[in-house]
């Protein structure tokens, strides 16, 4: 509410973060927005079974949301879907719990509100979607999106020279206090020396070279987990609980198209 009694309005594209329970039958829901950054909003009404919008505001969901300005907190008013991506992602676990370590780390990397991250956002919006579709293994995605907002965020490691002295590769030892592989000179106590093929893995992760992603193996993909979730959490001072729920037992073709043919 303005000063002069007229109510600001504003629209914009969203991700749902998070929904927490007010009262009997209203929720705040944490928003990363395209143009507004992360926003906390009370939808009124949502928990109701007769409420227009609430399943539109689960986490996951991609809506264009329209708000007015609060004094403290904003008020939803209007809800579109854009991508409905939180029925896909929830019926299976390993989708949901790589979804939820994405998700608060968003939340994470995004700390002030109401200042504009359009790129965090546009990563966000982008791993949700690929998720949601299975475009690629869940746990490949996940490391994805965690590398890539991290690099956006300042943190961005290097695959392909020496992290502190910038020596040409490639390099065996990987320490995450340096931010990546480190020369023979420059690898400080406690660096681990990863496969060649790991450290191909998340070169191709953080660029996005998804053909290398998908054509390596079940061991190379567990140690580049172990060395991104080291990674993050390092870099964001506190531990990312979804994190440890993370499913990531190897999933066959077949067993993917069983969980696809459940859900129709």
């Given at each position: 509410m303005?000063?002069?009694?007229?109510?600001?309005l504003?629209?914009?594209?969203?991700?749902?973060?998070?929904?927490?329970?007010?009262?009997?039958?209203d929720?705040i829901?944490?928003?990363?927005?395209?143009e507004?950054?992360?926003?906390r909003a009370?939808?009124?009404?949502?928990?109701r079974?007769?409420s227009?919008?609430?399943?539109?505001l689960?986490p996951?969901?991609?809506v264009?949301?329209q708000?007015?300005e609060?004094?403290?907190?904003?008020?939803?008013?209007?809800?579109?879907?854009?991508?409905?991506?939180a029925?896909?992602?929830c019926?299976d676990y390993?989708?949901?719990t790589a979804?939820?370590?994405?998700?608060?780390?968003?939340?994470?990397?995004?700390?002030?509100?109401?200042?504009p991250?359009?790129?965090?956002?546009?990563l966000?919006?982008g791993?949700?979607r690929?998720?949601?579709?299975?475009?690629h293994?869940p746990?490949?995605?996940?490391?994805?999106?965690?590398?890539?907002?991290?690099?956006v965020?300042?943190?961005s490691?290097?695959?392909?020279?020496?992290a502190r002295?910038?020596?040409?590769?490639?390099?065996r030892?990987?320490?995450?206090?340096?931010?990546g592989?480190?020369c023979?000179?420059?690898?400080?106590?406690?660096?681990?020396?990863p496969?060649?093929?790991?450290i191909?893995?998340l070169a191709?992760?953080?660029s996005?070279?998804?053909?290398v992603?998908?054509?390596?193996?079940?061991?190379?993909?567990?140690e580049?987990?172990?060395?991104?979730a080291?990674?993050?959490?390092y870099?964001?001072e506190r531990t990312?609980?979804?994190l440890?729920m993370?499913?990531?037992?190897?999933r066959?073709?077949?067993?993917?198209?069983?969980?696809d043919?459940?859900?129709?």
């Amino acid at each position: 509410m303005a000063d002069n009694g007229v109510v600001v309005l504003y629209r914009d594209e969203a991700v749902v973060l998070r929904a927490q329970k007010l009262g009997e039958a209203d929720r705040i829901i944490t928003l990363l927005t395209r143009e507004h950054g992360k926003v906390r909003a009370v939808a009124k009404g949502v928990r109701r079974t007769s409420s227009r919008f609430g399943a539109r505001l689960e986490p996951f969901m991609f809506v264009e949301i329209q708000l007015h300005e609060g004094r403290s907190l904003d008020i939803v008013t209007q809800v579109e879907t854009i991508g409905a991506y939180a029925r896909s992602i929830c019926e299976d676990y390993g989708f949901y719990t790589a979804g939820a370590a994405m998700l608060e780390t968003a939340d994470r990397l995004v700390e002030a509100e109401k200042e504009p991250s359009v790129q965090q956002f546009w990563l966000l919006a982008g791993a949700v979607r690929a998720l949601a579709e299975g475009a690629h293994a869940p746990g490949l995605v996940l490391d994805s999106y965690l590398l890539r907002a991290l690099a956006v965020a300042g943190w961005s490691p290097t695959f392909t020279s020496c992290a502190r002295c910038g020596e040409p590769g490639p390099h065996r030892a990987f320490s995450v206090a340096q931010g990546g592989t480190v020369c023979a000179r420059c690898r400080p106590p406690g660096a681990t020396a990863p496969a060649p093929e790991t450290i191909t893995l998340l070169a191709a992760l953080l660029s996005g070279e998804w053909s290398v992603a998908d054509a390596s193996d079940e061991r190379c993909r567990r140690e580049a987990n172990g060395l991104v979730a080291a990674y993050s959490q390092y870099h964001l001072e506190r531990t990312l609980r979804s994190l440890r729920m993370v499913d990531r037992a190897p999933r066959t073709v077949d067993e993917r198209n069983v969980a696809d043919g459940s859900r129709s």
